[in-house]
């Protein structure tokens, strides 16, 4: 077996694992680390041949754009607060705390490699951390603070790692250099983002056609990544400013196709680089075991300690940084998400689960420094940081549904019911105010306005029945009946009629290409 070969095994087990994961309630990272695992014992198997250099920017631009498609500039623009004294502080004393504990434990680790060690292991995934948490009904303040803490945890991490790993490779460190490297890396991260953000963007509206622009935003977070990488810029930050950008100007609201396609694309992106991520882990791990030359269990020993070290200190973090963090709160901040209570900081302890981001960085740690040299103890940090990713993984990602269940936190669903209606009440509102417009230019008869406005009516009143009195809500359930029995048999009719369309490609003489352009069609319609 070669390394394509490999490649494509890992594409395969990170599509498997996530339906397997559901049925056995194991998170599909670890399903996919375990099939790591494996495979790395079989004798066929070759060992991964992947240049570290390569692993960051092919790992962390698509990951980095999927996870901002959930999160806004308004979002990060009112939790600014929080995110710096809840996140970003956490990763530095986190880096710190890891670093110091690491130089004292592994006999010949510098006490720059144990910093980077201390940075790769100090971001949360929010990947991770959301997933398992939108699937138990936390409060939606708690899930937002999930995602702008591992957005930009990653952020001020991978800055950290860079600086850290520099030190190591190059043999000399100083201070003042460092951080007018860092404050040039941030501007020009960040004049790259918005440039390339604002380029795509003109690029998307002429290309028009849902498949052109959905490939497009595949190649933006990359070309974003390298051209600041290329002029000495943060490339993590550039691709976060990009797709910032984007997300907040490239939504047209009737793009109906554009919108779907590009959402199931990067779904799908998301899945399958996080699949090979984590299926590396398994087959480095056991390579690392492999040489660890009789240590191994020690080895094991360091991890645990630096786990605690982890768990702990985000613990003893969160406390203060929570209580702090109301006190500056205040009646006019009412878009700022803080945790509410003491259960909801414990929550958001132990939903600091490590993940894809840790284990690039991981991955992608040099092999030799500049004076040609193996890098110090790198065996030891990558078995260290795996170590942590799958202890949070595992022990927490698997006991969080219980502690949710036992501290009793969940939605406000009575908040969210509240928010719908008057999404519900305001969608209704603009259909019939547009209604009104037309009236006034076109000739409609009054059966037709008729029904135009009861449709107008249920734009809003299918979204939220809450918004009804009884008895028109009992109306509408018995037309919306007739209506799911209409859209039933249209349904079939439709089927009926691609099944008839899709039989043609094999007869002879038909047209694939046409073919397909009518079959688009039908679909089109069908999702309509």
């Given at each position: 077996m070669d390394q394509l070969a490999l490649l494509f095994l890992l594409l395969l087990g990170a599509v498997l694992t996530v339906p397997l994961g559901d049925r056995l309630g194991l998170p599909a990272p670890v399903l996919m680390t375990l099939i790591g695992i494996a495979l790395a014992y079989l004798p066929f198997v070759p060992n991964v041949d992947i240049p570290p250099e390569l692993i960051l920017p092919l790992v962390l631009p698509p990951l980095l754009y999927a996870t901002v498609q959930r999160t806004s500039w308004r979002q990060f623009a009112a939790n600014v607060r929080p995110i710096l004294l809840l996140a970003v502080a956490l990763v530095f004393v986190t880096t710190a705390a890891v670093g110091f504990v690491a130089d004292a434990l592994v006999p010949g680790l510098p006490l720059a490699a144990a910093l980077a060690l201390g940075a790769l292991v100090a971001p949360p995934d929010p990947v991770a951390a959301t997933a398992v948490a939108g699937s138990l009904g936390l409060p939606r303040r708690l899930v937002s603070i999930l995602e702008g803490e591992g957005l930009f945890n990653d952020v001020t991490a991978i800055v950290l790692y860079h600086v850290a790993i520099a030190a190591v490779v190059s043999g000399s460190f100083s201070w003042p250099e460092a951080l007018g490297e860092l404050v040039l890396s941030a501007v020009v991260a960040v004049a790259v983002g918005l440039l390339i953000g604002w380029l795509a963007n003109r690029l998307i509206d002429l290309l028009g056609d849902a498949t052109l622009q959905t490939g497009l935003t595949l190649l933006v977070p990359f070309v974003s990544y390298v051209l600041a990488e290329e002029l000495h810029g943060s490339g993590v930050l550039s691709v976060l400013v990009t797709a910032l950008f984007l997300a907040e100007h490239a939504s047209d609201a009737d793009d109906v196709m554009g919108r779907l396609a590009g959402q199931t694309f990067w779904q799908v992106v998301d899945t399958l680089v996080t699949g090979i991520a984590f299926g590396l882990i398994g087959l480095e791990l056991v390579v690392v075991f492999g040489v660890s030359e009789g240590r191994g269990w020690t080895m094991v020993g360091w991890g645990a300690c630096v786990l605690a070290v982890v768990v702990l200190v985000r613990l003893l973090w969160l406390l203060p940084a929570t209580w702090l963090a109301k006190r500056l709160h205040t009646l006019r901040d009412v878009d700022e998400e803080i945790p509410m209570s003491w259960r909801e900081t414990v929550v958001m302890w132990w939903s600091g689960m490590r993940g894809v981001a840790s284990v690039a960085l991981a991955l992608a740690i040099p092999l030799r420094t500049d004076d040609g040299e193996p890098f110090p103890a790198r065996d030891e940090i990558v078995f260290i940081a795996f170590c942590v990713i799958l202890g949070t993984l595992v022990v927490?990602?698997?006991?969080?549904?219980?502690?949710?269940?036992?501290?009793?936190?969940?939605?406000?669903?009575?908040?969210?019911?509240?928010?719908?209606?008057?999404l519900a009440i305001r969608a209704a509102k603009?259909?019939?105010?547009?209604?009104?417009?037309?009236?006034?230019?076109?000739?409609?008869?009054?059966?037709?306005?008729?029904?135009?406005?009861?449709?107008?009516?249920?734009?809003?009143?299918?979204?939220?029945p809450d918004m009804l009195g009884d008895e028109r809500r009992e109306a509408l359930v018995k037309r919306a009946e007739r209506l799911k029995a209409v859209h039933?048999?249209?349904?079939?009719?439709?089927?009926?009629?691609?099944?008839?369309?899709?039989?043609?490609?094999?007869?002879?003489?038909?047209?694939?290409?046409?073919?397909?352009?009518?079959?688009?069609?039908?679909?089109?319609?069908?999702?309509?």
């Open positions: 927490q990602g698997l006991t969080l549904p219980r502690l949710v269940k036992r501290l009793g936190v969940e939605a406000d669903a009575d908040a969210e019911r509240r928010l719908e209606r008057e603009a259909a019939k105010k547009r209604l009104k417009e037309i009236e006034e230019v076109e000739e409609l008869s009054e059966e037709v306005q008729e029904r135009l406005l009861r449709g107008a009516f249920d734009i809003g009143a299918r979204i939220s039933r048999i249209q349904r079939e009719m439709m089927s009926a009629a691609r099944h008839a369309v899709l039989a043609a490609r094999s007869e002879p003489g038909a047209d694939p290409e046409v073919v397909d352009r009518v079959l688009r069609q039908l679909d089109v319609r069908s999702m309509r």
